[in-house]
């Protein structure tokens, strides 16, 4: 059993999303190691991020290739630079070392560890290929496998009836505002986490 820190509350369950929480996600540096010219770096975020049907493939209703192309059909001129970096970009996740220490630190006490994170499917299994830690959480919801993203407040109550969770005794955490406020309208505990800071002092082990 755990602590939060920032009330003392007892913690059956802590979840994680996984970008900037347990994995380091930047999609800037990922065009950068992967020597896209910087004069389109821009343009391919703008392309991909900022085009609605990106959340399609974390819901699973579209894959990477898919969405390249639809991303270089707003920008046909960088098409082939969307196209690599759609086939290229999961092998820059990196782990967040500490954090994943912490995270197994969590599991030692008995508390129970769950994931709750938006990804597409071929990105999800590169990087369960990669990672061993991700095979070891209890249970969870990733979008892709049942077409369900965050913030919609129904991914957050098919993860607490898939895994029979107390809100009130779990906590989640996400380096985003608007996943947090989700979290809180369910009655879950939620920390809103700055990626440059390490998770472990959120907890009284």
């Known amino acids: 059993m755990i602590r ?15 970008g900037n929480v347990l994995l380091d ?5 990922f065009m950068r190691l992967l020597k896209i010219d ?15 049907i990106w959340a399609e493939i974390d819901r699973g209703s579209m894959t990477d290739e898919e969405l390249a192309e639809a991303a270089g059909d707003l920008d046909p001129e960088i098409r082939d630079q969307i196209r690599f970096y759609m086939r290229n970009w999961s092998q820059f996740f990196y782990l967040i070392p500490e954090n994943v220490h912490t995270f197994y630190r969590i599991k030692e006490t ?9 990804f597409s499917e071929a990105t999800y299994q590169k990087l369960r290929a990669a990672y061993s830690f991700l095979d070891h959480f209890d ?9 369900l993203i965050k913030p919609d407040l129904e991914i957050y109550r098919l ?11 779990s906590v989640f955490i996400d380096d985003l505002e608007a996943n947090i406020r989700s979290a809180l309208k369910v009655g879950l505990n939620a ?5 440059a800071k390490p998770i472990a002092p959120y907890f009284v082990f």
């Open 4 to 18: 939060l820190r920032q009330n003392l509350l007892e913690m059956d369950a802590v979840i994680f999303d996984l």
């Open 25 to 29: 996600y930047d999609p800037f540096r």
């Open 38 to 52: 910087p004069a389109v770096q821009a343009r391919i975020a703008k392309a991909l991020f900022e085009n609605p």
């Open 110 to 118: 008995g508390t129970k560890v769950y994931v709750l994170s938006n």
């Open 139 to 147: 249970g969870g919801v990733v979008s892709y496998q049942d077409k």
């Open 159 to 169: 993860l607490i009836e898939r895994c029979g969770l107390d809100p009130s005794r």
């Open 191 to 195: 920390i809103w986490h700055d990626p």
